[in-house]
């Protein structure tokens, strides 16, 4: 089984995560943002990656420093629960629709962050959430992560299925890269030898 846990404490932030990669999609997630944590509950179900979350943040300034620092913690999780990357199919993506809205996200778990984020929202707020915070999120998850993700929201109205959307969208590229090919097994999916 792949499995990892972070520690993540600042003076913003103080985060436990534990990721396995080889789950079932069960969660137990709290960050203080009933938002983010609906979002989470997603990214676990649909990846089948088991999550355990707690995030005590500074949630009396806003709920910057908690969106972000959970991407990152999750992120490191991932990425340490991948270990050495062996056998893993590396590309995937995925396109999800939820009603009128239709969201694609494509990964190479390249070991080479980077993050392109073509997604708009209608509202600048989803209950008390700030939408801006999701890019901070998925920026955060894919450079701790060492993943190349591009998200795009092709269309949609509706900012909570917009976002629901892309972090479904995220959860099935993950489950698809991270599979393990028996073809591939012992070898990492690169002529270079190595990712990164």
Not at 42 to 63: A, E, K, P, V, Y
């Amino acid at each position: 089984m792949r499995k990892a846990s972070v520690v993540r404490k600042t003076n913003e932030t103080d985060i436990n995560a534990d990721i396995n990669i080889d789950g079932s999609g069960a969660y137990d997630v709290k960050t203080g943002i009933g938002f983010l944590d609906h979002m989470l509950e997603q990214l676990s179900r649909h990846s089948l990656m088991d999550i355990t979350l707690r995030c005590n943040g500074d949630l009396h300034i806003d709920g910057h420093h908690t969106t972000e620092d959970c991407g990152i913690a999750l992120g490191a999780a991932f990425k340490q629960a991948l270990g050495d990357l062996k056998g893993i199919t590396r590309y995937a993506h995925a396109y999800i629709p939820m009603d009128e809205t239709l969201t694609r996200a494509a990964i190479d778990i390249s070991g080479r962050p980077f993050l392109v984020w073509n997604v708009t929202f209608p509202t600048e707020k989803i209950g008390s959430m700030d939408t801006e915070l999701f890019e901070e999120f998925f920026r955060a998850f894919a450079f701790a992560a060492g993943l190349t993700l591009h998200v795009e929201n092709i269309y949609g109205r509706n900012s909570h299925h917009i976002i629901e959307s892309a972090y479904k969208a995220l959860a099935r590229a993950l489950r698809g890269a991270a599979t393990v090919d028996s073809r591939l097994a012992g070898v990492v999916p690169s002529t270079k030898g190595t990712l990164g």
